[in-house]
């Protein structure tokens, strides 16, 4: 399954190299008040990738900083973090390692 797996991971690392490869033509982004950019289209597209990815993160924080805040409090309640076991600990498979991509 491993083997799988690595092998699923080359395929999709060579295929986006190749659409780097196949995309190195000059594009055009056009700006507000007549400012354009000119660059690779592969950075263009890592560009966008980029400012999409970390927008996201972004809108994420508050969500993160709640749940911080509410761990936090549920720890003062229930004194160590230990004292409340995790659905992982009490799952009956508790002990089978998954590979993820």
């Known amino acids: 399954m491993r ?4 092998l699923l991971r080359a395929f999709i690392f060579f295929a986006l190299f190749a659409f780097a490869l196949n995309n190195s033509q000059e594009a055009e ?3 507000f008040f007549g400012h354009e950019w000119r660059a690779p289209m592969v950075i263009i597209v890592l560009v966008a990738f980029g400012c999409g990815a970390a927008l996201g993160v972004l809108a994420m924080v508050p969500a993160w900083w709640k749940h911080r805040r509410v761990a936090q409090r549920q720890q003062q309640l229930t004194g160590e973090p230990g004292d409340v076991p995790s659905p ?3 799952a009956p498979n508790a002990s089978v390692v998954r590979d993820g991509l």
């Open 3 to 6: 083997v799988f797996v690595w």
């Open 88 to 90: 992982e600990a009490t």
């Open 29 to 31: 982004v056009h700006w």
